[in-house]
Protein backbone atom coordinates (compact mmCIF):
# COMPACT_ATOMS: atom_id res chain seq x y z
CA UNK A 1 0.00 0.00 0.00
CA UNK A 2 1.28 3.51 -1.26
CA UNK A 3 1.93 5.63 2.08
CA UNK A 4 1.08 9.03 0.25
CA UNK A 5 1.24 11.21 3.45
CA UNK A 6 4.99 9.94 4.42
CA UNK A 7 6.36 12.62 1.94
CA UNK A 8 3.15 14.98 1.16
CA UNK A 9 3.08 18.84 1.43
CA UNK A 10 -0.73 19.15 1.97
CA UNK A 11 -2.61 22.72 2.17
CA UNK A 12 -5.39 24.03 4.32
CA UNK A 13 -7.84 25.47 3.16
CA UNK A 14 -9.43 27.75 5.19
CA UNK A 15 -13.38 27.64 3.81
CA UNK A 16 -14.67 31.04 4.51
CA UNK A 17 -11.51 32.54 3.02
CA UNK A 18 -10.41 30.64 -0.08
CA UNK A 19 -12.93 30.90 -2.78
CA UNK A 20 -15.96 32.72 -2.90
CA UNK A 21 -18.59 30.90 -6.17
CA UNK A 22 -21.80 32.12 -3.86
CA UNK A 23 -21.46 36.08 -3.99
CA UNK A 24 -22.39 36.25 -0.42
CA UNK A 25 -18.38 37.53 0.33
CA UNK A 26 -17.76 34.08 2.29
CA UNK A 27 -16.11 31.01 0.61
CA UNK A 28 -17.55 27.89 0.05
CA UNK A 29 -17.05 23.98 -1.16
CA UNK A 30 -18.08 25.51 -5.49
CA UNK A 31 -15.56 28.06 -4.61
CA UNK A 32 -12.71 25.38 -3.85
CA UNK A 33 -13.92 23.38 -6.75
CA UNK A 34 -13.12 26.31 -9.00
CA UNK A 35 -9.40 26.62 -7.64
CA UNK A 36 -8.10 23.16 -7.81
CA UNK A 37 -6.40 23.66 -11.20
CA UNK A 38 -4.14 26.21 -9.17
CA UNK A 39 -3.81 24.12 -6.09
CA UNK A 40 -2.42 21.44 -8.77
CA UNK A 41 0.25 24.10 -10.38
CA UNK A 42 0.93 25.07 -7.45
CA UNK A 43 2.44 21.49 -7.16
CA UNK A 44 0.82 20.16 -3.66
CA UNK A 45 -0.60 16.75 -3.09
CA UNK A 46 -3.76 17.18 -1.28
CA UNK A 47 -6.02 19.76 0.69
CA UNK A 48 -7.36 19.90 4.37
CA UNK A 49 -10.69 21.66 4.41
CA UNK A 50 -11.50 23.45 7.65
CA UNK A 51 -14.64 22.56 8.81
CA UNK A 52 -18.06 22.76 6.96
CA UNK A 53 -20.88 21.33 8.64
CA UNK A 54 -24.42 22.54 9.90
CA UNK A 55 -22.96 25.29 12.15
CA UNK A 56 -24.36 28.45 13.95
CA UNK A 57 -20.70 29.82 13.15
CA UNK A 58 -19.83 30.83 16.24
CA UNK A 59 -16.25 29.85 16.04
CA UNK A 60 -16.89 29.73 12.27
CA UNK A 61 -17.91 26.35 11.87
CA UNK A 62 -15.85 24.87 14.84
CA UNK A 63 -19.27 24.63 16.42
CA UNK A 64 -20.34 21.91 14.87
CA UNK A 65 -24.55 21.20 15.29
CA UNK A 66 -24.45 18.09 12.78
CA UNK A 67 -21.08 16.41 11.87
CA UNK A 68 -22.73 14.66 9.44
CA UNK A 69 -23.89 17.31 6.96
CA UNK A 70 -22.87 20.32 4.93
CA UNK A 71 -23.92 23.86 6.18
CA UNK A 72 -25.68 25.74 3.62
CA UNK A 73 -23.30 28.55 3.94
CA UNK A 74 -20.95 26.17 2.11
CA UNK A 75 -23.08 23.88 -0.40
CA UNK A 76 -24.49 20.82 0.29
CA UNK A 77 -23.58 17.24 -0.12
CA UNK A 78 -23.92 16.74 -3.56
CA UNK A 79 -21.16 19.89 -4.08
CA UNK A 80 -19.28 18.08 -1.39
CA UNK A 81 -19.07 15.04 -3.18
CA UNK A 82 -18.21 16.84 -6.65
CA UNK A 83 -15.43 18.23 -5.31
CA UNK A 84 -14.09 15.34 -3.82
CA UNK A 85 -14.01 13.43 -7.63
CA UNK A 86 -12.45 17.07 -8.70
CA UNK A 87 -10.17 16.90 -6.08
CA UNK A 88 -9.11 13.45 -7.67
CA UNK A 89 -8.89 14.06 -10.68
CA UNK A 90 -6.91 16.15 -10.27
CA UNK A 91 -4.57 14.33 -8.27
CA UNK A 92 -5.43 15.70 -5.02
CA UNK A 93 -5.85 13.91 -1.79
CA UNK A 94 -9.26 15.36 0.31
CA UNK A 95 -8.77 15.75 4.16
CA UNK A 96 -11.78 16.73 6.51
CA UNK A 97 -11.43 18.28 9.34
CA UNK A 98 -12.87 16.21 12.29
CA UNK A 99 -14.32 18.04 15.82
CA UNK A 100 -14.59 16.22 18.43
CA UNK A 101 -13.71 17.77 21.60
CA UNK A 102 -16.87 19.83 21.89
CA UNK A 103 -20.93 20.48 19.53
CA UNK A 104 -22.15 23.80 19.28
CA UNK A 105 -24.92 24.50 21.38
CA UNK A 106 -27.28 24.22 18.70
CA UNK A 107 -26.61 20.41 18.80
CA UNK A 108 -29.57 18.34 19.35
CA UNK A 109 -28.21 16.48 21.62
CA UNK A 110 -27.38 19.69 23.74
CA UNK A 111 -30.20 20.78 23.25
CA UNK A 112 -31.75 17.87 24.45
CA UNK A 113 -29.28 17.87 27.60
CA UNK A 114 -30.54 21.33 28.43
CA UNK A 115 -34.40 20.42 28.08
CA UNK A 116 -33.94 17.20 30.11
CA UNK A 117 -32.76 18.89 33.37
CA UNK A 118 -30.16 17.94 35.95
CA UNK A 119 -29.81 14.71 36.63
CA UNK A 120 -30.98 13.02 33.76
CA UNK A 121 -28.86 10.58 31.71
CA UNK A 122 -29.07 12.84 28.23
CA UNK A 123 -26.78 15.47 30.42
CA UNK A 124 -23.94 12.42 30.70
CA UNK A 125 -23.16 13.44 26.99
CA UNK A 126 -21.83 16.22 28.13
CA UNK A 127 -19.48 17.46 31.26
CA UNK A 128 -22.86 18.64 33.37
CA UNK A 129 -22.10 19.59 36.95
CA UNK A 130 -23.09 21.26 40.29
CA UNK A 131 -21.65 24.45 41.05
CA UNK A 132 -19.46 25.46 43.99
CA UNK A 133 -20.10 28.12 47.23
CA UNK A 134 -22.98 29.13 48.77
CA UNK A 135 -26.41 28.75 46.21
CA UNK A 136 -24.03 27.02 43.87
CA UNK A 137 -23.21 29.85 42.66
CA UNK A 138 -19.57 29.58 41.69
CA UNK A 139 -18.11 27.39 38.68
CA UNK A 140 -17.59 23.80 39.69
CA UNK A 141 -13.59 24.41 39.22
CA UNK A 142 -11.25 27.10 38.23
CA UNK A 143 -10.73 26.05 34.72
CA UNK A 144 -10.89 29.16 32.27
CA UNK A 145 -11.33 28.61 28.36
CA UNK A 146 -8.91 29.01 25.67
CA UNK A 147 -10.45 31.81 24.26
CA UNK A 148 -10.37 33.62 27.66
CA UNK A 149 -13.41 33.95 31.11
CA UNK A 150 -14.17 30.98 32.57
CA UNK A 151 -14.54 27.50 30.90
CA UNK A 152 -17.96 27.03 32.24
CA UNK A 153 -21.79 27.98 32.12
CA UNK A 154 -24.29 27.98 34.19
CA UNK A 155 -27.69 27.06 32.71
CA UNK A 156 -31.40 27.72 33.76
CA UNK A 157 -31.62 24.95 36.52
CA UNK A 158 -27.82 26.04 38.24
CA UNK A 159 -26.45 23.57 36.65
CA UNK A 160 -23.19 24.46 34.88
CA UNK A 161 -21.61 22.95 31.71
CA UNK A 162 -18.26 22.60 30.76
CA UNK A 163 -16.38 24.54 27.51
CA UNK A 164 -12.63 24.44 26.95
CA UNK A 165 -13.61 26.94 23.86
CA UNK A 166 -16.23 29.37 23.55
CA UNK A 167 -19.84 28.57 26.06
CA UNK A 168 -21.25 27.99 22.02
CA UNK A 169 -19.00 24.55 22.09
CA UNK A 170 -19.73 22.56 25.41
CA UNK A 171 -17.09 19.72 25.55
CA UNK A 172 -18.64 15.94 24.76
CA UNK A 173 -17.83 13.74 28.09
CA UNK A 174 -15.71 10.88 26.13
CA UNK A 175 -16.75 8.39 28.78
CA UNK A 176 -19.84 7.77 27.54
CA UNK A 177 -20.14 4.79 24.54
CA UNK A 178 -23.20 7.05 23.06
CA UNK A 179 -20.33 9.70 22.35
CA UNK A 180 -17.65 7.35 21.48
CA UNK A 181 -20.50 5.39 19.03
CA UNK A 182 -22.20 8.50 17.77
CA UNK A 183 -18.23 9.87 16.20
CA UNK A 184 -17.94 5.69 15.10
CA UNK A 185 -20.38 7.01 12.66
CA UNK A 186 -19.43 10.43 11.69
CA UNK A 187 -16.07 8.64 10.98
CA UNK A 188 -17.53 5.86 8.60
CA UNK A 189 -19.71 8.99 6.73
CA UNK A 190 -17.31 10.79 5.89
CA UNK A 191 -14.59 7.76 4.81
CA UNK A 192 -18.05 6.49 2.89
CA UNK A 193 -18.11 9.38 0.84
CA UNK A 194 -14.19 8.77 -0.61
CA UNK A 195 -12.93 11.59 1.80
CA UNK A 196 -8.51 10.39 2.25
CA UNK A 197 -8.52 11.03 5.95
CA UNK A 198 -9.19 13.40 8.72
CA UNK A 199 -7.24 16.61 10.37
CA UNK A 200 -8.69 15.97 13.58
CA UNK A 201 -8.94 19.12 16.18
CA UNK A 202 -7.91 19.41 19.76
CA UNK A 203 -6.76 15.58 20.22
CA UNK A 204 -5.25 16.49 23.35
CA UNK A 205 -8.11 17.71 24.97
CA UNK A 206 -11.31 15.35 24.66
CA UNK A 207 -10.48 13.41 27.83
CA UNK A 208 -10.29 15.44 31.11
CA UNK A 209 -9.16 14.22 34.59
CA UNK A 210 -12.38 12.63 35.92
CA UNK A 211 -12.20 14.27 39.03
CA UNK A 212 -12.29 18.19 37.45
CA UNK A 213 -9.33 19.28 40.09
CA UNK A 214 -8.76 22.80 39.87
CA UNK A 215 -5.58 23.63 37.93
CA UNK A 216 -2.85 25.41 39.72
CA UNK A 217 -3.40 28.83 39.64
CA UNK A 218 -3.31 30.77 36.48
CA UNK A 219 -0.20 32.54 35.60
CA UNK A 220 0.37 36.20 35.49
CA UNK A 221 0.59 36.17 31.23
CA UNK A 222 -1.52 34.87 28.98
CA UNK A 223 -1.27 31.03 27.87
CA UNK A 224 -2.48 30.34 24.41
CA UNK A 225 -1.41 27.12 22.51
CA UNK A 226 0.47 24.65 24.73
CA UNK A 227 -1.46 24.85 27.67
CA UNK A 228 -1.01 21.14 29.07
CA UNK A 229 1.79 22.64 31.99
CA UNK A 230 -0.37 25.51 33.18
CA UNK A 231 -3.86 23.32 32.81
CA UNK A 232 -3.02 19.60 33.85
CA UNK A 233 -5.98 18.15 34.47
CA UNK A 234 -7.68 19.19 30.97
CA UNK A 235 -5.19 18.11 27.87
CA UNK A 236 -3.48 15.66 27.27
CA UNK A 237 -4.32 12.79 29.60
CA UNK A 238 -3.72 9.23 28.81
CA UNK A 239 -7.49 8.11 28.53
CA UNK A 240 -7.40 9.96 25.10
CA UNK A 241 -5.50 7.47 23.39
CA UNK A 242 -7.94 4.61 23.62
CA UNK A 243 -10.16 7.16 21.22
CA UNK A 244 -7.36 6.95 18.53
CA UNK A 245 -6.76 3.70 18.38
CA UNK A 246 -10.15 3.15 18.05
CA UNK A 247 -10.24 5.23 14.50
CA UNK A 248 -7.45 4.10 13.50
CA UNK A 249 -8.81 0.25 13.45
CA UNK A 250 -11.67 2.15 11.11
CA UNK A 251 -9.30 3.31 9.10
CA UNK A 252 -7.07 0.50 8.82
CA UNK A 253 -10.69 -1.62 7.85
CA UNK A 254 -11.87 0.98 5.13
CA UNK A 255 -7.79 0.60 3.82
CA UNK A 256 -7.89 -3.38 4.13
CA UNK A 257 -10.96 -3.53 1.91
CA UNK A 258 -9.92 -1.30 -1.18
CA UNK A 259 -6.21 -1.49 -0.60
CA UNK A 260 -6.39 2.92 -0.66
CA UNK A 261 -4.35 4.39 2.40
CA UNK A 262 -6.15 6.64 4.42
CA UNK A 263 -4.30 9.23 7.02
CA UNK A 264 -5.32 10.42 10.46
CA UNK A 265 -3.64 13.94 11.44
CA UNK A 266 -3.67 15.24 14.56
CA UNK A 267 -4.01 19.19 15.84
CA UNK A 268 -1.84 18.18 19.06
CA UNK A 269 -0.32 20.91 21.28
CA UNK A 270 1.87 19.55 23.18
CA UNK A 271 5.06 20.83 24.26
CA UNK A 272 7.19 17.86 24.88
CA UNK A 273 7.74 15.90 21.78
CA UNK A 274 7.85 12.19 23.17
CA UNK A 275 4.52 13.17 24.99
CA UNK A 276 3.37 14.31 21.70
CA UNK A 277 4.79 11.12 19.67
CA UNK A 278 2.67 9.20 22.15
CA UNK A 279 -0.38 10.00 19.32
CA UNK A 280 1.60 8.67 16.47
CA UNK A 281 2.38 5.04 17.57
CA UNK A 282 1.93 2.55 15.14
CA UNK A 283 -1.94 1.98 16.20
CA UNK A 284 -3.01 5.90 16.58
CA UNK A 285 -3.12 8.61 14.34
CA UNK A 286 -0.34 8.61 11.39
CA UNK A 287 0.89 12.38 11.57
CA UNK A 288 0.80 14.98 14.16
CA UNK A 289 1.95 18.48 13.48
CA UNK A 290 5.21 19.49 14.76
CA UNK A 291 4.26 22.29 16.56
CA UNK A 292 7.24 23.53 17.92
CA UNK A 293 8.89 24.55 15.32
CA UNK A 294 6.18 26.70 14.43
CA UNK A 295 6.22 27.92 18.14
CA UNK A 296 10.31 28.45 17.63
CA UNK A 297 12.04 32.15 17.45
CA UNK A 298 13.95 33.28 14.28
CA UNK A 299 16.77 31.57 15.16
CA UNK A 300 19.25 28.69 13.43
CA UNK A 301 19.74 26.89 16.91
CA UNK A 302 16.15 27.12 18.14
CA UNK A 303 15.16 25.63 15.21
CA UNK A 304 17.73 23.05 14.66
CA UNK A 305 16.81 21.97 18.36
CA UNK A 306 12.93 21.37 17.59
CA UNK A 307 13.69 19.82 14.30
CA UNK A 308 16.23 17.10 16.29
CA UNK A 309 13.82 16.44 19.07
CA UNK A 310 10.78 16.08 16.99
CA UNK A 311 12.70 14.30 14.93
CA UNK A 312 13.86 12.08 17.49
CA UNK A 313 10.40 11.52 18.97
CA UNK A 314 8.66 11.08 16.07
CA UNK A 315 11.27 8.34 15.03
CA UNK A 316 10.97 6.48 17.95
CA UNK A 317 7.67 5.18 17.44
CA UNK A 318 8.20 4.95 13.95
CA UNK A 319 6.48 7.83 12.63
CA UNK A 320 7.58 10.77 10.34
CA UNK A 321 7.17 14.62 11.77
CA UNK A 322 5.26 16.84 10.05
CA UNK A 323 5.60 20.02 9.73
CA UNK A 324 3.64 23.41 9.73
CA UNK A 325 4.52 27.12 10.30
CA UNK A 326 1.35 28.53 9.73
CA UNK A 327 -2.61 27.80 10.16
CA UNK A 328 -5.72 29.80 10.82
CA UNK A 329 -5.21 30.01 14.35
CA UNK A 330 -1.65 32.13 14.56
CA UNK A 331 -0.05 35.04 13.19
CA UNK A 332 1.34 35.01 9.57
CA UNK A 333 4.89 33.81 9.34
CA UNK A 334 5.40 36.68 6.96
CA UNK A 335 4.57 39.27 10.03
CA UNK A 336 5.48 36.80 12.83
CA UNK A 337 8.88 36.91 12.12
CA UNK A 338 9.61 39.83 11.06
CA UNK A 339 8.63 40.98 14.77
CA UNK A 340 10.81 43.26 15.66
CA UNK A 341 9.60 43.62 19.69
CA UNK A 342 9.68 39.59 19.62
CA UNK A 343 5.96 39.40 21.51
CA UNK A 344 4.45 37.88 18.46
CA UNK A 345 1.81 40.43 17.77
CA UNK A 346 3.87 41.03 13.91
CA UNK A 347 4.03 44.81 14.59
CA UNK A 348 7.72 45.22 14.96
CA UNK A 349 8.76 45.32 11.03
CA UNK A 350 7.71 48.49 9.72
CA UNK A 351 7.33 47.82 6.05
CA UNK A 352 7.13 43.82 6.17
CA UNK A 353 10.25 43.29 4.09
CA UNK A 354 12.29 41.83 7.13
CA UNK A 355 9.05 39.22 7.96
CA UNK A 356 8.50 38.30 4.14
CA UNK A 357 12.12 37.44 3.21
CA UNK A 358 12.03 34.98 6.75
CA UNK A 359 8.73 33.63 5.68
CA UNK A 360 10.06 32.99 2.13
CA UNK A 361 13.41 31.27 3.99
CA UNK A 362 11.68 29.31 6.38
CA UNK A 363 9.19 28.21 3.78
CA UNK A 364 12.07 26.62 2.06
CA UNK A 365 14.34 25.30 4.65
CA UNK A 366 10.29 23.60 5.95
CA UNK A 367 10.14 22.09 2.59
CA UNK A 368 13.60 20.21 2.50
CA UNK A 369 12.52 18.87 5.92
CA UNK A 370 12.27 14.97 5.73
CA UNK A 371 8.58 13.95 6.02
CA UNK A 372 5.14 15.60 5.01
CA UNK A 373 4.47 19.26 5.50
CA UNK A 374 1.10 21.50 5.47
CA UNK A 375 1.05 24.74 4.23
CA UNK A 376 -1.58 27.34 4.91
CA UNK A 377 -3.15 29.41 2.56
CA UNK A 378 -1.64 32.13 1.11
CA UNK A 379 1.41 31.42 2.91
CA UNK A 380 2.61 30.75 -0.71
CA UNK A 381 1.42 34.37 -1.55
CA UNK A 382 3.57 35.51 1.66
CA UNK A 383 0.91 37.01 2.58
CA UNK A 384 1.38 38.89 5.86
CA UNK A 385 -0.77 39.45 9.13
CA UNK A 386 -3.62 41.83 8.87
CA UNK A 387 -4.40 44.14 11.33
CA UNK A 388 -8.08 44.05 11.08
CA UNK A 389 -10.10 47.06 12.05
CA UNK A 390 -11.56 46.66 15.81
CA UNK A 391 -15.19 47.35 14.03
CA UNK A 392 -14.54 44.15 11.47
CA UNK A 393 -13.43 41.81 13.88
CA UNK A 394 -15.39 38.76 14.33
CA UNK A 395 -13.45 35.85 15.94
CA UNK A 396 -14.75 34.98 19.07
CA UNK A 397 -11.11 35.61 21.13
CA UNK A 398 -11.91 39.67 20.77
CA UNK A 399 -15.16 39.51 23.03
CA UNK A 400 -14.16 36.78 25.49
CA UNK A 401 -10.45 37.75 26.30
CA UNK A 402 -12.41 41.56 27.16
CA UNK A 403 -11.06 43.08 23.78
CA UNK A 404 -7.21 42.22 25.24
CA UNK A 405 -6.17 39.60 22.29
CA UNK A 406 -7.28 40.69 18.68
CA UNK A 407 -8.22 37.10 17.81
CA UNK A 408 -7.56 34.89 14.78
CA UNK A 409 -9.09 37.33 11.76
CA UNK A 410 -5.79 38.75 10.58
CA UNK A 411 -4.58 35.40 9.69
CA UNK A 412 -8.24 34.80 7.93
CA UNK A 413 -8.44 37.71 5.32
CA UNK A 414 -10.14 36.13 2.34
CA UNK A 415 -7.39 35.35 -0.37
CA UNK A 416 -6.36 38.08 -3.11
CA UNK A 417 -6.95 36.51 -6.70
CA UNK A 418 -6.47 39.00 -9.03
CA UNK A 419 -7.75 42.53 -9.90
CA UNK A 420 -6.19 45.48 -8.53
CA UNK A 421 -8.99 46.38 -5.20
CA UNK A 422 -11.25 44.66 -2.62
CA UNK A 423 -12.78 41.16 -3.35
CA UNK A 424 -9.48 40.58 -5.49
CA UNK A 425 -10.73 37.78 -7.73
CA UNK A 426 -12.05 36.30 -4.33
CA UNK A 427 -15.75 37.12 -4.59
CA UNK A 428 -17.89 38.55 -8.07
CA UNK A 429 -17.32 42.31 -8.45
CA UNK A 430 -18.95 44.53 -5.86
CA UNK A 431 -19.19 41.92 -3.32
CA UNK A 432 -17.71 42.75 -0.09
CA UNK A 433 -16.09 39.81 1.35
CA UNK A 434 -16.84 39.02 5.19
CA UNK A 435 -13.24 40.20 5.93
CA UNK A 436 -11.76 43.71 4.52
CA UNK A 437 -9.01 43.17 2.30
CA UNK A 438 -5.82 45.23 2.47
CA UNK A 439 -5.53 47.90 -0.50
CA UNK A 440 -1.93 46.65 -0.59
CA UNK A 441 -2.41 42.90 -1.21
CA UNK A 442 -3.04 44.69 -5.31
CA UNK A 443 0.47 43.85 -5.40
CA UNK A 444 0.39 40.06 -3.54
CA UNK A 445 -2.77 38.16 -6.40
CA UNK A 446 -1.94 35.32 -7.37
CA UNK A 447 -2.49 36.69 -11.02
CA UNK A 448 0.10 39.46 -10.33
CA UNK A 449 2.55 36.70 -8.93
CA UNK A 450 2.27 34.48 -11.39
CA UNK A 451 4.12 36.68 -13.86
CA UNK A 452 6.88 37.86 -11.37
CA UNK A 453 9.65 35.80 -11.14
CA UNK A 454 11.07 36.53 -8.00
CA UNK A 455 7.50 36.53 -6.65
CA UNK A 456 6.94 33.86 -3.30
CA UNK A 457 4.38 32.26 -5.59
CA UNK A 458 7.24 31.43 -8.44
CA UNK A 459 9.51 30.23 -5.43
CA UNK A 460 7.16 27.94 -3.90
CA UNK A 461 6.06 26.50 -7.15
CA UNK A 462 9.46 26.01 -8.25
CA UNK A 463 10.61 24.27 -4.42
CA UNK A 464 7.36 21.95 -4.90
CA UNK A 465 8.31 20.96 -8.36
CA UNK A 466 12.05 20.23 -7.10
CA UNK A 467 10.37 18.32 -4.34
CA UNK A 468 8.40 16.05 -6.55
CA UNK A 469 11.36 15.82 -8.78
CA UNK A 470 14.03 14.88 -6.52
CA UNK A 471 14.18 11.53 -4.37
CA UNK A 472 16.30 12.68 -2.00
CA UNK A 473 13.79 15.19 -0.97
CA UNK A 474 10.70 14.27 1.03
CA UNK A 475 10.46 11.08 2.79
CA UNK A 476 13.94 10.39 4.13
CA UNK A 477 17.22 11.12 6.35
CA UNK A 478 18.69 14.06 7.60
CA UNK A 479 22.26 15.06 8.39
CA UNK A 480 22.80 17.90 10.29
CA UNK A 481 26.14 20.21 9.06
CA UNK A 482 28.50 21.46 11.41
CA UNK A 483 31.24 22.71 9.15
CA UNK A 484 29.97 25.70 7.40
CA UNK A 485 29.25 29.23 9.15
CA UNK A 486 28.27 29.98 12.77
CA UNK A 487 24.55 31.56 12.86
CA UNK A 488 23.19 28.60 9.84
CA UNK A 489 20.90 26.19 10.30
CA UNK A 490 22.83 23.73 7.57
CA UNK A 491 21.88 20.37 6.73
CA UNK A 492 22.15 17.51 3.96
CA UNK A 493 19.56 14.89 2.58
CA UNK A 494 21.17 12.52 1.40
CA UNK A 495 21.35 11.05 -2.36
CA UNK A 496 19.05 8.32 -3.28
CA UNK A 497 21.61 5.35 -4.62
CA UNK A 498 20.47 5.14 -8.44
CA UNK A 499 18.29 7.92 -8.54
CA UNK A 500 19.71 11.09 -11.10
CA UNK A 501 20.40 13.61 -7.90
CA UNK A 502 22.39 10.70 -6.28
CA UNK A 503 24.53 13.35 -4.46
CA UNK A 504 21.20 14.74 -2.58
CA UNK A 505 20.89 18.20 -1.45
CA UNK A 506 22.10 20.65 1.28
CA UNK A 507 19.71 23.16 2.69
CA UNK A 508 21.46 26.44 4.35
CA UNK A 509 19.14 28.80 5.94
CA UNK A 510 21.05 32.42 7.53
CA UNK A 511 19.10 33.88 10.53
CA UNK A 512 22.75 35.71 11.32
CA UNK A 513 22.95 38.90 11.33
CA UNK A 514 25.78 40.16 8.62
CA UNK A 515 26.27 37.83 5.36
CA UNK A 516 28.21 34.55 5.72
CA UNK A 517 30.11 32.51 3.37
CA UNK A 518 30.05 28.89 3.41
CA UNK A 519 32.43 26.69 1.26
CA UNK A 520 30.09 24.57 -0.75
CA UNK A 521 31.50 23.37 -4.00
CA UNK A 522 28.44 22.13 -5.98
CA UNK A 523 25.19 23.65 -7.88
CA UNK A 524 23.20 26.17 -6.89
CA UNK A 525 19.69 24.94 -7.10
CA UNK A 526 17.27 26.96 -5.67
CA UNK A 527 17.11 30.08 -2.98
CA UNK A 528 15.04 32.77 -1.29
CA UNK A 529 16.44 35.45 -2.04
CA UNK A 530 19.55 36.77 -4.08
CA UNK A 531 22.77 34.75 -2.74
CA UNK A 532 26.33 34.86 -4.16
CA UNK A 533 27.43 31.58 -5.48
CA UNK A 534 30.76 30.62 -7.92
CA UNK A 535 30.72 26.95 -7.58
CA UNK A 536 32.48 27.01 -4.95
CA UNK A 537 31.75 29.27 -2.05
CA UNK A 538 28.15 30.57 -1.28
CA UNK A 539 27.79 34.08 0.03
CA UNK A 540 24.62 34.07 1.84
CA UNK A 541 23.15 37.07 3.20
CA UNK A 542 20.80 36.93 6.28
CA UNK A 543 17.50 35.83 6.52
CA UNK A 544 18.04 33.56 3.11
CA UNK A 545 17.81 29.98 2.26
CA UNK A 546 19.43 28.11 -0.65
CA UNK A 547 19.32 24.14 -2.15
CA UNK A 548 22.81 23.22 -3.24
CA UNK A 549 23.49 19.99 -5.04
CA UNK A 550 27.16 19.04 -3.73
CA UNK A 551 29.76 17.69 -6.02
C1 LIG B 1 -8.71 24.29 16.93
C2 LIG B 1 -9.02 25.06 15.67
C3 LIG B 1 -9.47 26.42 16.07
C4 LIG B 1 -10.73 26.31 16.90
C5 LIG B 1 -10.50 25.41 18.09
C6 LIG B 1 -11.78 24.99 18.73
O1 LIG B 1 -7.63 24.80 17.61
O2 LIG B 1 -7.93 25.05 14.81
O3 LIG B 1 -9.69 27.25 14.96
O4 LIG B 1 -11.15 27.56 17.33
O5 LIG B 1 -9.83 24.21 17.75
O6 LIG B 1 -12.47 24.10 17.91
Request: one cysteine or more; glycine letters at 10%; charged letters at 20%.
Amino acid sequence: MHLWWLDAVLYEVYIRSFADSGGDGIGDLAGIATRLPYLRDLGVDGIWITPFYRSPMADHGYDVADHRDVDPLFGDLATFDALLTDAHRHGLKVLVDLVPNHSSNAHPAFRAALAAGAGAPERDLYIFRDGRGENAAQPPNNWVSVFGGPAWTQVADGQWYLHLFAPQQPDWNWRHPQVRADHDTTVRFWLDHGVDGFRIDVTHGLVKNDLLPDNPPAPGETITFFRERAEPHAWDQDGVHEIYQRWRAIVEDYDRRDGKARALVGETWVADPRRLARYVRPDELHLTFAFSLLAAPWSATAWRSAITEDLAATAEVGAPATWVLSNHDVIRPASRYGDGDGDGDGDGDGDGAIGLRRARAALLTLLALPGPVFLYQGDELGLPEVDVPPEARQDPVWERSGRSRPGRDGARVPLPWSEHAQPFGFSAAGVTPWLPQPDAWADLTAQAQASDPMSTLVLTRGALALRRALACLGGGALRWRDDLAPGCLAFDRPGVPGAPDQAGLTCVMSTAERDTTCALPGRLILASGPVGYDGVTLALPPDTTAWLAPR
